[in-house]
């Protein structure tokens, strides 16, 4: 990333919430369901799946934790009636994790049950290392009920998510793999880039010689040929991994992906809570620069010629 345009990473918190609204608009798909639902049917019709997220990352009560899962219940009434190709992913956090364990249990069993009534799955975001304990516990007691419906994410930055998979690996199990996003220890996590792209290439190499269902999360050239490598190393089929990524981010790569036949799942983020989501995205945009300064000519050109 340039100077400036990791010098304005860092200062985006400090940005008005209107312009991060604007410029972020393209990771969004609008504050409804049936925003939410355009943008999966529009992705479908271009050949590729979708994972529908409920923002609800500044979740401080019970009821608030409450509406998310009535939110999810809709997204699954939405996904059948409509016949869309998704699944969605949820933050524990959302569903009340920091308010305590047994909320935020009771919480997703609800929601997967729900995904199970029609037939629908659950991947469960990873979120900051205080909450990896928690989620990889919660998944293990859910699958441990018979709820297989599920899947878990995995961070290739944390130094503990090889021997994380070598744990997850005799449930049979669908992991999203991903480099991470929260800033981290570097006591816990590999801060250097092609440490963290080591890691993610040693856990998909472990995960998929080991019959693992694996979504591929990247959008970094140079780890789509390695994960292309390794599926063909282990003789894989179409159907037996997919591709991975967020909305609005490099969707010429996607693109290229689908045209070469292999499966690719959007992740969709819709609701009222866009803010934190919008930061990170943002944040890891290598041109935020250019985005700022193109809205805000953009925006003086449009009043002087008002
Ligand atoms: C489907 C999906 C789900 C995810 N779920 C989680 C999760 O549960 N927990 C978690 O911690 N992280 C999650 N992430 C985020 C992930 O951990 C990375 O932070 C993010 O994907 C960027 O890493 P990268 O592998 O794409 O590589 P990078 O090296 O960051 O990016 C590769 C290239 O992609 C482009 N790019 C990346 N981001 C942007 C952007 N915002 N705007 C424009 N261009 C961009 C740049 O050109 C960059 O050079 C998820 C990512 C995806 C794709």
């Not at 990524?245 to 009222?272: A, K, S, T, W």
Request: proline share 3%; hydrophobic share 40%.
């Amino acid at each position: 990333m340039a100077l400036l345009d990791r010098a304005i990473a860092r200062l985006l918190p400090a940005v008005p919430r209107p312009l991060v609204q604007r410029i972020s608009a393209r990771y969004i798909a609008g504050e409804t369901v049936a925003e939410a639902c355009r943008t999966v049917k529009a992705l479908n019709d271009e050949g590729q799946m979708a994972t529908i997220d409920v923002l609800g990352e500044e979740i401080a009560s019970r009821e608030e934790t409450l509406e998310i899962v009535r939110a999810y219940h809709d997204v699954f009434e939405a996904i059948e009636r409509e016949g869309l190709e998704s699944n969605v992913s949820v933050k524990l956090t959302g569903l009340g994790l920091k308010l305590g364990y047994e909320l935020c249990k009771a919480n997703l069993q609800t929601v997967v049950r729900h995904a199970a009534e029609s037939g629908n799955f659950v991947r469960i975001d990873m979120e900051d290392s205080s909450c990896t304990n928690d989620t990889l516990r919660l998944y293990r007691e859910l699958r441990a009920e018979g709820l297989d419906n599920i899947g878990v994410v995995l961070q290739a930055y944390l130094r503990r998510t090889i021997l994380d998979v070598r744990d997850l690996l005799p449930l049979g199990t669908n992991v999203r793999l991903c480099k991470g996003i929260y800033v981290e220890s570097p006591t816990i996590a590999y801060t250097e880039h092609q440490a963290v792209r080591d890691s993610f290439v040693e856990s998909l190499d472990e995960l998929l010689r080991n019959g693992a269902y694996v979504g591929i999360a990247t959008h970094d050239e140079w780890l789509i040929e390695r994960a292309l490598e390794l599926v063909e190393k282990h003789g894989l089929s179409k159907e037996q991994y997919e591709f991975q990524m967020l909305l609005g981010v490099r969707p010429q790569l996607g693109d290229r992906l689908v045209r070469d036949g292999h499966r690719l799942r959007i992740y969709v983020p819709f609701g009222e809570h866009w803010y934190g989501y919008s930061l990170r995205r943002l944040q890891e945009n290598p041109k935020i620069a250019g985005y700022i300064a193109a809205d805000t000519v953009g925006r003086v050109l449009r009043r002087d010629g008002a």
